[in-house]
Each structure stands twice: as structure tokens, then as C-alpha cells.
């Protein structure tokens, strides 16, 4: 028996050299599409679009109103955990596996699998990010918009000793290159050219949610210069832009660490 866990942990040690597992741990309509993007134009690098998203939908009540819940349900792996073990931590044939998800996508899951990947938060300013979701999604409330659980991500990956990287969108928007470049240092990979520039229209990756949400980075060939919201915040959204603000800072303040 000794023998045979001791034979399992040199192979699992071994497979986790192996490839590094990147999960992009994103906020909605930020430029987490765009970020993926990106990284499939590395030779090195498979990417993988939103593999938790059916297992959301089968566990909330988000199903009911997200567009198109009907077929990304029938198009992906319901059971979040099946996700976990055979596609995040599955085997893959490039040395680096990216992975976008919503940090929202993140319920009735055990986080410890974290431990074998590498964490990237992505963020965004709320008053940017809030009325073009409200497009989206009527009524959103903060578990649609995932500023708390980036915070429970972050003090998880603290109490495990393991950092977390801290991104914010505006950020790469404002210098694409230098902060994709310090974003590869942090992540022990070489910075490829390659990442500034993809061809417009969908990628064969893209989920079958893509036709709601990624008209912009379909028109797009490269991330687009920051612009700040010009036209009225939504008096309606006031409460949640609120919560969503006091979540972000603190966010903001683990970005040192």
C-alpha cells in the first residue's frame, strides 16, 4: 500500500510540473473575454472559456433569467466538481492552461483545488462595470456581480499561504504592454508579443453564450483604449454601486501584498 501512494504522489507531482494551470478569476462584463483572447494567441497556451458556468446556473436561480441558460446548460458539464478534477485540473498537452471564469460561478464548491493553480483576481471599477451589466441582466444584486466573492477568494488563498494576483482591468486598458508584460513576470511565464494583437470574430473556444455577451471583443483586434463612463449612473443601481465600492477598495488594498 505504502508503495502504491508513494508511486501516486511522484506521479501527481509530476503531472502538476507538468502544465501550469492559470485561473482568471473575473468580475462580468470586464475584460476577462478579451484577457482570454489574448492569451490564445501564446503557442504555449490552451484556453478554456467559462468551464463553470452550466454548474452555476444548475445551482442558482440564475438560470431563470441569464440569457441563454437553456443551452449552456445543455452544452456543458453540469456537476461543478466532475469540472474541477477532469477539465481545470484535467491533463493538457501545452505547457500553460488558461481558464476564464466568473468568480460568481464559484458555489457549493470546495476551493482547496486553488492549491494547484495559479490565481489571478480580475476586477473593475463598479460604476464602469454596473450599468453595462444592468444591460445584460435586470436587477443584478452583488452575488451576480462577484466583488464579495473576490474578497472570500482572496482571504481564502491568504489563510493557505498561497498570494494571490490582483488585477484591475482599467490598468491593462491604459498600458496593454508593460502590465501584460508584469503580469507574465507574476506569473513565472515569458511575455509574447503576440498577446497585444488576435483576429477580429468569435474564436472556436468561445461558449455558446458568446452571441449575448461578446459583440465587443468580436469587433475588437486588440484591447481597447480606456474610456470613462460619460452618460448619468443609474439612480437604480445607487444601493448596489455602494456595496459593490466598499468591496472593491478593500479589493484593492491585498493588491501590495
Known amino acids: ?15 502538476m510540473l507538468k502544465t501550469k494551470r ?14 482570454m483572447y489574448s492569451f490564445a494567441q501564446r503557442e504555449d497556451t490552451t484556453v478554456v472559456d467559462e468551464p463553470l458556468y452550466a454548474h452555476y446556473l444548475s445551482n442558482t436561480d440564475a438560470r431563470n433569467y441569464h440569457p441563454g441558460a437553456k ?16 477539465i481545470i ?15 460568481h460561478h464559484l458555489v457549493n ?3 482547496s483545488f486553488m492549491e494547484k493553480t ?20 435586470k436587477n443584478p444584486t452583488m452575488r451576480d456581480v462577484g466583488y464579495a466573492k473576490h474578497l472570500e477568494i482572496v482571504k ?20 496593454p504592454q508593460s502590465r501584460l508584460r508584469e503580469l507574465c513576470g507574476t506569473l513565472g511565464i515569458p511575455f509574447d508579443e503576440a498577446m497585444l494583437k488576435w483576429p477580429a470574430g468569435p474564436r472556436k473556444e468561445d461558449g455558446v453564450w458568446a452571441k449575448y455577451w461578446y459583440h465587443n ?21 445607487e444601493d448596489l454601486l455602494e456595496e459593490c465600492q466598499e468591496a472593491y477598495e478593500e479589493l484593492l488594498t491585498y493588491a501590495g501584498d
Open 71 to 86: 443551452e449552456v446548460l445543455e452544452s456543458q458539464e453540469n456537476d461543478g466538481q466532475k469540472v474541477v478534477d477532469e
Open 109 to 111: 464548491l470546495d476551493l
Open 89 to 103: 485540473l484535467g491533463d493538457y498537452d501545452t505547457p500553460i492552461a488558461f481558464f476564464k471564469n466568473m468568480t
Open 217 to 237: 471583443v468580436h469587433r475588437s483586434t486588440g484591447f481597447r483604449a480606456y474610456k470613462a463612463k460619460t452618460e448619468p449612473f443609474p439612480e437604480e443601481l
Open 156 to 175: 481564502y488563498l491568504k489563510s493557505i499561504d498561497k498570494k494571490p494576483v490582483i488585477v484591475d482591468s482599467k490598468d491593462i486598458l491604459q498600458y
Open 118 to 137: 495559479v490565481n489571478v483576481i480580475l476586477t473593475r471599477p463598479p460604476k464602469d462595470m454596473l450599468p453595462s451589466y444592468a444591460k445584460q441582466v
Open 22 to 35: 492559470i485561473c482568471l478569476w473575473s468580475g462580468p462584463r470586464n475584460i476577462s473575454t478579451a484577457l
Open 1 to 15: 500500500m505504502k508503495e502504491k501512494l508513494s508511486f501516486k504522489i511522484k506521479a501527481e507531482a509530476k503531472y
